[in-house]
């Protein structure tokens, strides 16, 4: 692993934090060491590779929280249709058509995204698991990977978990230990009571966390209580499924009894600004959350749903969203920058991965902040929250390894994954054209 020399970098270590002037040694995938670049070159000796700051950022990776990446494929596909309708006649019914290889593709596709928007982690539940395992071995990106189970009924139930197990089995740490598995009862409404319990027993023997989706519509909420007499939050908590760490997509519709609840029992929830305003699911509490003690992450959703995995702009939506009620003090700017950095890496439960100190992983990005839309700056968290955009990131390193420089993806041919994935739109082009016209 090559020991790499980040020279003179305006250097934001954690996103509410003051910027510094700084040089980092990269070393053996971590920060070894942050100082003068004098006094490192003296001590550190040779590099294999120096990258000159120059009116450059150095700050800590996004991480996208919540994603179905390989969805990339179906960008487009049904648009300005409710939740329901969206996947029982349009997202399903493609979904029945998909081949492994076709995951691969559109995963590898989303991974060349991810990384042009200056992401070094993301969280994905979806099918054909193995092949986004691969997209992410291939890519030297970081990942917490998870099957996601549908199985209203116990005898599917049990051959969705044995899948899910297989893919914890067979991926969980794996490539360098950047990945890490969970397990994905898909949301309460569907799975049965005897998936969540048995996917709780299994992510507390394995160590390992929950991926769901939580509380996303009002009509949620509404069939939960109609059946449950409980909210989806309460209906969880007591089958129990809080005693395992659970990462919670959307949570837009919480009463106070259920933040208390998602308070109490340190969930992971993370907000989806794009989808829940393209789905008109309405708008997670995030304030409220985050006054609990709640961590609050940050995710694109799939494809499918946003259209794009640009976390640059989930980002300014969720800080122009907080402030949508009436207060504008809400969600300021360094705090919308920490749910998506910090508090992803936090909500993964990513180890040694965040704030950017020595021992941290090295994963990071660096920021061109020449562009016109950047000048002047008076205050950086500003800048990036409310004005920079993706085409701003210029490098990204996860694990001390350069995975985009200069804005090329050097880890795999970017190229060849879009030429692919245009490839493979032409059967769901058919597919579309025979349900629709
Ligand atoms: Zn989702």
Same mark, same amino acid.
């Given at each position: 692993?090559?020991?790499?020399?980040?020279?003179?970098?305006?250097?934001?270590?954690?996103?509410?934090?003051? #910027?510094?002037?700084?040089?980092?040694?990269?070393?053996?995938?971590?920060?070894?060491?942050? %100082?003068?670049?004098?006094?490192?070159?003296?001590?550190?000796?040779?590099?294999?590779?120096?990258?000159?700051?120059?009116?450059?950022?150095?700050? /800590?990776?996004?991480?996208?929280?919540?994603?179905?990446?390989? +969805?990339? $494929? *179906?960008?487009?596909?049904?648009?300005?249709?409710?939740?329901?309708?969206? $996947?029982?006649?349009?997202? &399903? /019914?493609?979904?029945?058509?998909?081949?492994?290889?076709?995951?691969?593709?559109?995963?590898?596709?989303?991974?060349?995204?991810?990384? !042009?928007?200056?992401?070094?982690?993301?969280?994905?539940?979806? *099918?054909?698991?193995?092949?986004?395992?691969?997209?992410?071995?291939?890519? %030297?990106?970081?990942?917490?990977?998870?099957?996601?189970?549908?199985?209203?009924?116990?005898?599917?139930?049990?051959?969705?978990?044995?899948?899910? $197990?297989?893919?914890?089995?067979? &991926?969980?740490?794996?490539?360098?230990?950047?990945?890490?598995?969970?397990?994905?009862?898909?949301?309460?409404?569907?799975?049965?009571? &005897?998936?969540? @319990?048995?996917?709780?027993?299994?992510?507390?023997?394995?160590?390992? +966390?929950?991926?769901?989706?939580?509380?996303?519509?009002?009509?949620?909420?509404?069939?939960?209580?109609?059946?449950?007499?409980?909210?989806?939050?309460?209906?969880?908590?007591?089958?129990?499924?809080?005693?395992?760490? #659970?990462?919670?997509?959307?949570?837009?519709?919480?009463?106070?009894?259920?933040?208390?609840?998602?308070?109490?029992?340190?969930? @992971? #929830?993370?907000?989806?600004?794009?989808?829940? +305003?393209? $789905?008109?699911?309405?708008?997670?509490?995030?304030?409220?959350?985050?006054?609990?003690?709640?961590?609050?992450?940050?995710?694109?959703?799939?494809?499918?749903?946003?259209?794009?995995?640009? +976390? &640059?702009?989930?980002?300014?939506?969720?800080?122009?969203?907080?402030?949508?009620?009436?207060?504008?003090?809400?969600?300021?700017?360094? @705090?919308?920058?920490?749910?998506?950095? #910090?508090?992803?890496? @936090?909500?993964?439960?990513?180890?040694?991965?965040?704030?950017?100190?020595?021992?941290?992983?090295?994963?990071?990005?660096?920021?061109?902040?020449?562009?016109?839309?950047?000048?002047?700056?008076?205050?950086?968290?500003?800048?990036?929250?409310?004005?920079?955009?993706?085409?701003?990131?210029?490098?990204?390193?996860?694990?001390?390894?350069?995975?985009?420089?200069?804005?090329?993806?050097?880890? *795999?041919?970017?190229?060849?994954?879009?030429?692919?994935?245009?490839?493979?739109?032409?059967?769901?082009?058919?597919?579309? !054209?025979? !349900?629709?016209?």
């Amino acid at each position: 692993m090559a020991r790499i020399l980040l020279k003179d970098f305006a250097f934001l270590p954690t996103p509410d934090g003051p #910027v510094e002037e700084r040089s980092l040694v990269i070393e053996g995938g971590r920060i070894a060491r942050i %100082g003068e670049a004098s006094e490192l070159e003296a001590e550190v000796g040779r590099f294999d590779r120096v990258i000159e700051g120059r009116g450059r950022l150095v700050m /800590p990776g996004l991480v996208n929280a919540h994603t179905h990446l390989a +969805m990339v $494929l *179906f960008r487009g596909y049904a648009d300005d249709l409710p939740l329901r309708e969206w $996947l029982e006649e349009a997202i &399903w /019914p493609a979904e029945r058509h998909l081949e492994p290889k076709e995951v691969y593709w559109a995963s590898l596709l989303g991974i060349a995204e991810l990384l !042009r928007s200056g992401v070094t982690a993301f969280a994905d539940m979806y *099918f054909y698991m193995d092949e986004v395992a691969r997209a992410v071995e291939a890519s %030297g990106i970081r990942a917490q990977l998870s099957y996601g189970m549908i199985a209203p009924d116990r005898e599917r139930a049990e051959r969705e978990l044995a899948k899910g $197990l297989e893919l914890v089995e067979r &991926w969980h740490g794996q490539a360098d230990g950047r990945i890490t598995v969970a397990l994905a009862p898909h949301a309460p409404y569907t799975c049965g009571e &005897w998936l969540w @319990q048995r996917a709780v027993e299994e992510a507390q023997e394995h160590g390992i +966390m929950i991926h769901t989706h939580l509380s996303e519509t009002a009509q949620e909420v509404a069939d939960s209580r109609a059946r449950h007499g409980k909210s989806p939050v309460e209906y969880l908590a007591d089958l129990g499924v809080f005693a395992a760490p #659970v990462l919670a997509a959307h949570c837009v519709h919480l009463s106070d009894r259920d933040i208390e609840i998602l308070a109490e029992n340190k969930v @992971q #929830v993370v907000h989806n600004p794009s989808s829940n +305003m393209k $789905l008109g699911s309405g708008i997670a509490p995030v304030q409220r959350l985050l006054a609990a003690g709640v961590n609050v992450a940050l995710g694109t959703d799939g494809a499918g749903t946003n259209n794009n995995l640009d +976390m &640059w702009e989930e980002l300014r939506l969720a800080a122009l969203l907080a402030k949508v009620g009436g207060d504008p003090t809400a969600l300021p700017a360094p @705090q919308a920058l920490k749910l998506a950095t #910090v508090n992803g890496a @936090q909500a993964l439960g990513l180890e040694g991965v965040g704030p950017l100190r020595e021992g941290m992983a090295a994963d990071l990005i660096i920021l061109d902040l020449e562009g016109p839309h950047l000048t002047p700056q008076y205050n950086l968290a500003s800048n990036l929250a409310y004005a920079l955009n993706s085409a701003d990131v210029e490098t990204v390193i996860v694990a001390g390894e350069v995975l985009m420089e200069g804005r090329e993806i050097k880890s *795999f041919d970017e190229a060849e994954a879009k030429a692919r994935v245009r490839e493979l739109s032409e059967k769901y082009k058919e597919i579309r !054209r025979s !349900r629709w016209d």
